[in-house]
T-cell receptor, first 116, second 117 residues
């Protein structure tokens, strides 16, 4: 079974508008971490935001916020005031057991295109 | 912030040759590093977990004799693709976590694009 599901292969958003990228996850662990990464066409993986399973407040980092709904097992990324430079692949990922030696499992990604 | 350096960024080799990819954590120590593989327009798939001073742990379906991993120090892991074939052409990317920082994310190298002709 998929541990991370991103149902939107591609999304378009107008510049300066907000956009939500969906992510649902599946785990039986109580302690886990959720991450979002951005991958531009150059290939590098850029860390955006982190949400711990025990964090009660939604994580925010500048224009990025994570809409964490634990009961629904969803961790959607919200990008506010989209910029042309936001066009990239976005991956949701999970680390179960949330320990240092546990790898990240990635979703299939969502390609975001920002339109001028 | 934590930086992971990966080298080379691109390599083209002939079928049957071996290619070594280096992954270094520049400003932190990493007892564990992770190697991922990414096909075009696909997600990152974990290949193996590299453990300093011990054998790597390979994911199901990854040939350990094909993809040799050596984690000789706390800042360096290498992936050697042995007897490369065209189907090994892919984007390989390493990552590591600064375990001295709580809830630290994985930091990724810039990846290596391997083309086997």
């Amino acid at each position: 079974a998929q541990k991370i599901t991103q149902t939107q292969p591609g999304m378009f958003v107008q510049e300066k508008e907000a956009v939500t990228l969906d992510c649902t996850y599946d785990t039986s662990d109580q302690s886990y971490g959720l991450f979002w990464y951005k991958q531009p066409s150059s290939g590098e993986m850029i860390f955006l935001i982190y949400q711990g399973s025990y964090d009660e407040q939604n994580a925010t980092e500048g224009r990025y916020s994570l809409n964490f709904q634990k009961a629904r097992k969803s961790a959607n990324l919200v990008i506010s005031a989209s910029q042309l430079g936001d066009s990239a692949m976005y991956f949701c990922a999970m680390r179960e057991a949330n320990s240092g030696n546990t790898p990240l499992v990635f979703g299939k990604g969502t390609r975001l295109s920002v339109i001028a | 912030g934590a930086v992971v350096s990966q080298h080379p960024s691109r390599v083209i080799c002939k079928s049957g040759t071996s290619v070594k990819i280096e992954c270094r954590s520049l400003d932190f120590q990493a007892t564990t590093m992770f190697w991922y593989r990414q096909f075009p327009k696909k997600s990152l798939m974990l290949m193996a977990t590299s453990n300093e001073g011990s054998k790597a742990t390979y994911e199901q379906g990854v040939e350990k004799d094909k993809f040799l991993i050596n984690h000789a120090s706390l800042t360096l892991s290498t992936l050697t693709v042995t007897s490369a074939h065209p189907e090994d052409s892919s984007f390989y990317i390493c990552s590591a976590r600064d375990t001295a920082v709580d809830n630290s994310p994985l930091h990724f190298g810039n990846g290596t694009r391997l083309t086997v002709t």
